[in-house]
Each structure stands twice: as C-alpha cells, then as structure tokens.
C-alpha cells in the first residue's frame, strides 16, 4: 500500500505562486507513475501534471501548461507542483495520485481511472 500526503495549498490572490508537494510513505514513488488532479466546486475531477514511468516524460493539460510545473526531488522522495500565475479559476482540491499501470506515448496518465493510489488533497483558493 502507498499512502500518499499533499501539503502547500493555501489562500492566495490572482496572479500569485504556490508550491504544492507530495510525499508517498511505505514506497519510492520511482515505483510509480505519479501525477497531480484537481477538483473544483461543483466539478467533475480533471487532471493537472504527470510524470511518466521514466520519471522523465512529463504531461500537462492545456488549462496549465506553461504556468505550473511538476518536479521531483529523488532525495526527498517527494514530488512537486510548482504553480505561479495562479487564476480563481484554479481555485480546486489538488490531489496527489500513483499510478502502478504502465503506459508509454502520448495521451498517458490523464484518466483519474489510470491511478491505484489517492491522497486526501490540499484546499487551493485563488481570490480575484
């Protein structure tokens, strides 16, 4: 089993920055395919940022790509979402998710279905 912690999400204004981790217990999340999703008010859960099995290969979803950033520190064993230029429309619970199912090319780790293993998620509110 893999338990998996987020932390960082907070209160912040449009524009601003905030950095959210998370941290897999019990495994190395080199294990898995990780990958970040969020959930808005009266939203269906979408996906944010993944890594792929290599830990290299990276995916975004349009809504994000080119304002937030996932990253992984090997060390800490601890993965990262990096989010500057933030909208309310971003307002959502983050949460972190491993994914034991393998799978290469484009299109990969974006269904919510994909994953194993959920963390409970971090409130992000963005006021205008």
């Known amino acids: 089993q893999v338990q998996l912690v987020e932390s960082g999400g907070g209160l912040v204004q449009a524009g601003a920055s905030l950095r959210l981790s998370c941290a897999p217990s019990g495994r190395s999340f080199s294990d898995y395919a990780m990958g970040w999703f969020r959930q808005g008010p009266g939203k269906e859960r979408e996906f944010v940022a993944a890594?792929?099995?290599?830990?290299?290969?990276?995916y975004y979803s349009d809504s994000v790509k080119g304002r937030f950033t996932i990253s992984r520190d090997n060390v800490k064993n601890t993965m990262y979402l990096q989010m500057n230029s933030l909208k309310p429309e971003d307002t959502a619970v983050y949460y972190c998710?491993?994914?034991?199912?393998?799978?290469?090319?484009?299109?990969?780790?974006?269904?919510?279905?994909?994953?194993?293993?959920w963390g409970q998620g971090t409130q992000v509110t963005v006021s205008s």
């Open positions: 890594f792929g099995w290599s830990g290299v290969t990276t």
């Open positions: 998710a491993a994914s034991s199912y393998y799978c290469a090319g484009s299109g990969c780790y974006v269904a919510s279905h994909e994953y194993d293993y």
